[in-house]
């Protein structure tokens, strides 16, 4: 907003001063008025997105280094598992919620620009909702939901889920709205957690009939194992692990931990 006012100030400043100066004709001084309001705005929003993106790239870092470290976790894991499966899953929850928290507090970065780029502000509310999805602090990602922008599958699933989480009537409606937005080879994760609703519901045939609206838009091996399953009426077999941490990044279900059996002795 503030870049606006600033390339209109100087716009009408370089207006006048010609026009009334008669250092040119007013047609002359509209014009130059004009390219001096759009050369501002360019220059200035230039400067903006480099800087903002500098300040995006630090929590991004931040981010990558902390799953970084859970993946090294898990990866050991892997080879020598742990014997507490619960004292494991507290242990990776206290690895997230301490990058997340510093990632959180990064986002303060952006408050002296959101004055001066629209939507702005709608954008850092949607990281912000994220990250506290992440941690697993619902009450504040209800709080930032309605200030969202809405722009990739993943953010779209987590509203999705909790409008499912707190019975919200209009799920459905927010559902057929963002399909429609979705492109060609997107929304795997949206569609698949639509028909997990169903499932849930005991609809089995509109679960069925989701995941078919689904084949048309994309190619999906884990959409497609669990048509068959539907197809051949096993819903307790449905699921959705085969999409990996975007589907456990909804806190709907928990990975299974491989635990160490106790060896028997000689």
């Keep these: 907003m503030l870049t606006l006012i600033l390339s209109g100030i100087l716009g009408l400043s370089i207006m006048l001063g010609l026009g009334l100066t008669d250092i040119s004709a007013w047609g002359?001084?509209?014009?130059?008025?004009?390219?001096?309001?759009?050369?501002?705005?360019?220059?200035?929003?230039?400067?903006?997105?480099?800087?903002?993106k500098g300040l995006m790239d630090q929590i991004q870092a931040t981010l990558m280094s902390g799953q970084k470290q859970m993946q090294e976790k898990?990866?050991?894991?892997?080879?020598?598992?742990?014997?507490?499966?619960?004292?494991?899953?507290?242990e990776m929850q206290k690895m997230q919620h301490t990058f997340v928290a510093k990632a959180l507090e990064q986002t303060?970065?952006?408050?002296?620009?959101?004055?001066?780029?629209?939507?702005?502000?709608?954008?850092?509310?949607?990281?912000?909702?994220?990250?506290?999805?992440?941690?697993?602090?619902?009450?504040?990602?209800?709080?930032?939901?309605?200030?969202c922008i809405f722009m990739e599958p993943v953010s779209r699933s987590m509203c999705l889920a909790r409008m499912y989480a707190n019975k919200d009537p209009?799920?459905?409606?927010?559902?057929?709205?963002?399909?429609?937005?979705?492109?060609y080879g997107q929304g795997a994760i949206f569609y698949g957690l639509y028909a997990w609703i169903a499932v849930k519901r005991g609809?089995?045939?509109?679960?069925?009939?989701?995941?078919?609206?689904?084949?048309?838009?994309?190619?999906?091996?884990?959409?497609?194992?669990?048509?068959?399953?539907?197809?051949?009426?096993?819903?307790?077999?449905?699921?959705?692990?085969?999409?990996?941490?975007?589907?456990?990044?909804?806190?709907?279900?928990?990975?299974r931990i491989r635990t160490q059996r106790a060896q028997r002795p000689f």
């Design 28 to 52: 002359w001084a509209v014009l130059w008025g004009a390219l001096a309001f759009f050369a501002c705005n360019t220059a200035v929003g230039l400067l903006l997105k480099k800087r903002i």
């Design 170 to 183: 209009k799920m459905d409606s927010f559902f057929e709205k963002s399909a429609r937005k979705l492109r």
């Design 74 to 90: 898990a990866n050991a894991w892997r080879f020598r598992p742990p014997g507490n499966p619960k004292q494991a899953q507290m």
């Design 203 to 255: 609809d089995i045939d509109f679960a069925l009939k989701t995941l078919l609206r689904a084949t048309k838009k994309m190619e999906n091996e884990t959409l497609k194992r669990n048509i068959e399953i539907l197809q051949n009426n096993k819903p307790k077999q449905f699921s959705l692990a085969g999409l990996g941490d975007e589907w456990y990044a909804l806190g709907l279900e928990e990975p």
């Design 108 to 147: 303060d970065v952006f408050r002296p620009y959101l004055k001066w780029v629209p939507l702005l502000d709608r954008q850092i509310a949607t990281m912000r909702m994220q990250l506290n999805y992440q941690d697993r602090n619902f009450a504040e990602v209800d709080r930032l939901l309605p200030k």
